[in-house]
T-cell receptor
Framework: GEDVEQSLFLSVREGDSSVINCTYT??????LYWYKQEPGAGLQLLTY?????DMKQDQRLTVLLNKKDKHLSLRIADTQTGDSAIYFC???????????FGTGTRLQVFP | DTAVSQTPKYLVTQMGNDKSIKCEQN?????MYWYKQDSKKFLKIMFS???????INETVPNRFSPKSPDKAHLNLHINSLELGDSAVYFC?????????????FGSGTQLSVL
């Protein structure tokens, strides 16, 4: 079955790096995604990685995928207070646009 | 038990038809939402209900009508379906209408209009 888990909460100091983790059970996914939930803005797609890649970097964001351990992580370098939000990982599968969302991680950045 | 469940998972229908998607949450949450996933995987909010009261109604054609018979259910009815309505629709819920509350998602309904 499809099950995507995340840690509930992460607190970091401004300027430090944040690492948000995600584990999933169904290894047949084609893409894995990171979304950011901000109030009133819907869910914003931050980045995604194809399932045959190990790493993707996009400015301050680095996505690491360990297929063997079914583990996905999002690293935010130089975390800012504006990064405070809830972050969801999600996966999609061949022949469908549907996404399976993780449980979400609340990131709190303090000065 | 699934926390937020929506049915059907897949819906294929002809243009011009009327269809409904149902959503139920067993989390005891006060607030429920409908999101539409666009071609860039952005989830755009359509409606939000809090304790059966409509609180968010984004710019959505009035062919889309949400109905909340009780706070555990939020159904989406679509009249006169058009090709452009083809998308994945997600239901979600949160404890309350605080914008910082975490969302819990259903598994999505893939709507295909032919």
């Amino acid at each position: 079955g499809e099950d995507v888990e995340q840690s509930l909460f992460l607190s970091v100091r401004e300027g430090d790096s944040s690492v948000i983790n995600c584990t999933y059970t169904d290894s047949s996914s084609t893409y894995l995604y990171w979304y950011k939930q901000e109030p009133g803005a819907g869910l914003q797609l931050l980045t995604y990685i194809f399932s045959n890649m190990d790493m993707k970097q996009d400015q301050r964001l680095t996505v690491l995928l360990n297929k063997k351990d079914k583990h996905l992580s999002l690293r935010i370098a130089d975390t800012q207070t504006g990064d405070s939000a809830i972050y969801f990982c999600a996966e999609s599968f061949r022949d469908t646009d549907k996404l399976i969302f993780g449980t979400g991680t609340r990131l709190q950045v303090f000065p | 038990d699934t926390a937020v469940s929506q049915t059907p998972k897949y819906l294929v229908t002809q243009m011009g038809n009327d269809k409904s998607i149902k959503c139920e949450q067993n989390l005891g949450h006060d607030t429920m939402y409908w999101y539409k996933q666009d071609s860039k995987k952005f989830l755009k909010i359509m409606f939000s209900y809090n304790n059966k009261e409509l609180i968010i109604n984004e710019t959505v054609p009035n062919r889309f009508s949400p109905k909340s018979p009780d706070k555990a259910h939020l159904n989406l009815h679509i009249n006169s379906l058009e090709l452009g309505d083809s998308a994945v629709y997600f239901c979600a819920s949160s404890q309350n209408r605080d914008p910082y509350e975490k969302l819990f998602f259903g598994s999505g309904t893939q709507l295909s209009v032919l």
